[in-house]
């Protein structure tokens, strides 16, 4: 199923199954497996392919060539089918161009993965990583500018937005 407003470029391959929200934007060359669930406003870039069990909420945002994974450990001789990961990107997360998610994790709310980052653990809300392996650098504002903190509260530069950490994570207050 694909929702209004969705725009496939060509050279893409959407299997049966797949779900694709409203207002999505899907690159060239883009790979959608039967068991993939993508919300609303999300833009795939070019050379991406989401693999089965792969969910990306709203608004997320996949940069050229990035990868996501869905077998921990893959060997052409072994099938393992019955072992992909489940991978969940939330809302308005954005991953870098080819950045590398490793299957099995979740990238939190609006968290910002640079490119050429690998992903191998899980990243909370708000978080700034980048690297190999993806650490976490900063805090970073739904609006995508870098907060900086003064003891436990932050007030977004660009938009205004205040934010909370509590211990390892923060939250928009």
Same mark, same amino acid.
């Given at each position: 199923? $694909? ?10 391959? $959407?299997?049966? *199954? ?17 068991? $993939? ?27 050229? &060539? ?41 990238? *939190?709310?609006?968290?910002?993965? *640079? ?32 907060? &900086? ?7 977004? &530069? ?16």
């Amino acid at each position: 199923m $694909v929702g209004k407003g969705t725009k496939i470029w060509h050279f893409s391959h $959407v299997m049966g *199954g797949a779900r694709i929200g409203e207002n999505c934007s899907l690159g060239q060359n883009v790979n959608v497996g039967s068991r $993939v669930r993508i919300g609303n406003g999300v833009k795939i870039q070019n050379n991406v392919s989401v693999y089965d069990d792969v969910e990306l909420e709203d608004f997320v945002f996949c940069g050229p &060539s990035m990868v996501f994974t869905n077998v921990f450990n893959p060997r052409c001789e072994v099938s393992r089918k019955n072992e992909y990961r489940r991978t969940l990107i939330k809302r308005g997360a954005s991953i870098g161009a080819n950045a590398t998610v490793v299957c099995g994790h979740t990238i *939190g709310r609006y968290a910002f993965v *640079g490119a050429g980052s690998v992903v191998t653990r899980d990243l909370p809300d708000f978080a700034l990583v980048y690297g190999n392996p993806a650490r976490l650098r900063g805090w970073i504002c739904r609006c995508g500018v870098k907060m &900086s903190f003064s003891g436990k509260k932050a007030v977004c &530069s660009a938009c205004g937005a205040k934010y909370a950490k509590e211990g390892d994570s923060v939250r928009e207050k």
